[in-house]
């Protein structure tokens, strides 16, 4: 298991258009991806879009993804440079 933070930068949070993407990308991966938002107020399944659109997560909030399973180093990298690229939105 390995897992590292980020922050999310799009202005208006991960709603639904991003969420998406994100769920797209984790879906891609073997590995079980789970987030957790600053402070553990929320956490989920990233593979799920009601799992990331029910944490409300809004710009400038901190999230750690934590990956386990066979490809987790690769899935990890992907969803911290996903997210930190704006999942699809500008900036």
């Known amino acids: 298991?390995?897992?590292?933070?980020?922050?999310?930068?799009?202005?208006?949070?991960?709603?639904?258009?991003p969420a998406g993407v994100l769920c797209n990308l984790a879906g891609q991966y073997k590995s079980s991806i789970r987030f957790q938002t600053g402070g553990g107020a929320s956490s989920g399944n990233a593979k799920s879009v009601l799992s990331v659109l029910g944490a409300c997560i809004g710009c400038g909030e901190e999230l750690e993804f934590i990956c386990e399973g066979p490809d987790e180093a690769e899935a990890l990298q992907a969803m911290i440079a996903a997210v930190e690229s704006g999942l699809g939105e500008s900036i």
């Open 1 to 17: 298991m390995i897992r590292q933070k980020t922050v999310v930068k799009n202005s208006t949070g991960l709603h639904l258009r």
